[in-house]
C-alpha cells in the first residue's frame, strides 16, 4: 500500500508540474504570438463597448484553456483516478463535471475581469487597492454560495440518516460554540472512493457535509467526530478570517506591484496585455506558494491540536489517520520539495507524531484510553 500511495504521488506531482508549465507556455504563446492583439481587434470590430470587449476576451482565453487543457485534465482526474482504483465514475459523468466547472469557472473569470478593468478605467490611480477589495469581496460572496448553489450542481445531499450520529456532531458544534444549519451527507461515491468531510458556508449557510464514503462503517463515530473537531477549530480559531486577510495583503501587493509595472511600459488598461498580467500574476503566485502552504500546515496542526485536546481520544486521532491515508491513497512522508510547494496540510506521518507528543500533555485518564486504543 506504501509504493502504491507512492506511485500515486509521484504521478500527481508530476501531471501538478506539467499543468502549470502548460499555463505558462500558453500565456505565453497566446502573447508572444501576436493571437492577443488580433483577438481583441476582431472583437472591437464586433463592437466598441468595453464591457462586452471585456467579457467576450476574457471568455474566449478561458475558453482555449479549458479546450487545451482537456486532455491533461483527463489524464490526471478520470484515468489515473480510475487506474489507482480511487473512482468508478463513467466517463460521460465525468466530461459533463468539466463541462459544468468549465462554465462555473468562466463566469467568474468574467466576472473578475470586468471588475478588474472597470476600476482600471475609472480610477487609474487607485485601481489596485479597489480591485483588490472587490476580489476579496468576490471570495466571499461565493464562500457564502458555494454550499446553497455550487455544490448541488455536482452532488446530491441530503440530511444525514444516522441520527446519532448527526446528534453526536451537533453536540460537539454547540460545545464547540459553533452554530450550523445541521449536517448533511452528499453522495460522493458516485464519483470518488475517497472520504472526506467539510465545514462550508458562511454566515447562516454554515452547514457540515459528510461524504457517504464516511460512513460505510470503516470510520467508527468517534473518528468521524475528531474530523469534524478539527474543522471546528478551523473556525474556533478564526482561521478563515486570518487566511482572507493574507490573501487580502497579497492581493494587494500583488495588484500594486501591477500599478508600478504599468508605469514602465506594459499597458495595464489593455485587454490585449491580459496574458501577460497573468503570466506575471501566476509567477508571482508560485513565488510565494511555499510560504502558503507553510501558513496552512500551522493552521491545520493548531486545528489537530485543538481536535484532539476537545476530544481527549488521541487513539482514535491516529487510526482516524491511517484509516484516511489508506483509503485516499496519501503519501504519508513525502519528500521536502514536494511538501513544500504542493502541501498545505502537514502530512500524515507528521500528524501521528504531532498526536503521539500531545499524549506527553495529556491527564492519565486520556493516556490509559490512548494506550487501550494502541493496544487493540
Not at 34 to 54: D, H, R, V
Not at 262 to 281: E, M, P, R, T
Request: proline fraction near 3%.
Amino acid at each position: 500500500m506504501e509504493d502504491k500511495a507512492k506511485r500515486y504521488a509521484r504521478i500527481k506531482y508530476g501531471l501538478a508540474l506539467a499543468e502549470i508549465a502548460y499555463v505558462l507556455s500558453l500565456l505565453a504563446i497566446l502573447q508572444a504570438s501576436g493571437f492577443a492583439f488580433c483577438l481583441k481587434k476582431a472583437l472591437t470590430n464586433l463592437s466598441s463597448n468595453q464591457f462586452f470587449l471585456i467579457a467576450a476576451y476574457s471568455a474566449a482565453i478561458f475558453l482555449i484553456y479549458i479546450l487545451l487543457n482537456f486532455f491533461l485534465a483527463f489524464y490526471r482526474s478520470f484515468v489515473i483516478e480510475r487506474r489507482f482504483n480511487l473512482s468508478n465514475q463513467r466517463f460521460f459523468a465525468w466530461f459533463l463535471d468539466y463541462v459544468k466547472s468549465g462554465i462555473l469557472g468562466m463566469l467568474v473569470f468574467i466576472i473578475l475581469m470586468e471588475g478588474f478593468f472597470f476600476f482600471i478605467r475609472a480610477y487609474p490611480l487607485s485601481w489596485w487597492w479597489m480591485s483588490a477589495l472587490f476580489w476579496i469581496f468576490l471570495s466571499l460572496c461565493l464562500a457564502r454560495i458555494f454550499p446553497v448553489l455550487v455544490i448541488p450542481l455536482f452532488f446530491k445531499y441530503k440530511k444525514l440518516k444516522d441520527e446519532d450520529l448527526r446528534r453526536r456532531i451537533l453536540d460537539l458544534a454547540s460545545k464547540m460554540r459553533m452554530k450550523i444549519l445541521d449536517v448533511f451527507e452528499i453522495d460522493f461515491s458516485k464519483k470518488s472512493l475517497k472520504a472526506n468531510a467539510a465545514f462550508v458556508g458562511i454566515g447562516r449557510s454554515k452547514r457540515v457535509l459528510l461524504t457517504d464514503t464516511l460512513l460505510n462503517g470503516k470510520f467508527l463515530p468517534e473518528e468521524i467526530e475528531l474530523i469534524l473537531a478539527h474543522e471546528f477549530a478551523h473556525y474556533r480559531f478564526k482561521h478563515l478570517i486570518k487566511i482572507t486577510a493574507i490573501n487580502a495583503v497579497v492581493i494587494l501587493l500583488t495588484f500594486y506591484i501591477f500599478f508600478r509595472l504599468g508605469n514602465l511600459g506594459l499597458d495595464i488598461k489593455d485587454i490585449s496585455n491580459l496574458g501577460a498580467w497573468l503570466f506575471l500574476f501566476m509567477l508571482f503566485q508560485l513565488v510565494i506558494m511555499p510560504f502558503m502552504n507553510l501558513i496552512s500546515r500551522i493552521m491545520e496542526t493548531n486545528a489537530d491540536g485543538e481536535a484532539i485536546k476537545v476530544s481527549g481520544k488521541i487513539g482514535y486521532f491516529i487510526s482516524m489517520m491511517e484509516k484516511l491515508a489508506k483509503q485516499n491513497l496519501s503519501e504519508k512522508s513525502p519528500p521536502l520539495w514536494a511538501k513544500i510547494f504542493f502541501y498545505d496540510h502537514p502530512p500524515v506521518d507528521e500528524r501521528i507524531n504531532f498526536a503521539r507528543l500531545r499524549s506527553r500533555n495529556f491527564p492519565q485518564e486520556a493516556k490509559e484510553n490512548f494506550a487501550k486504543r494502541m493496544e487493540a
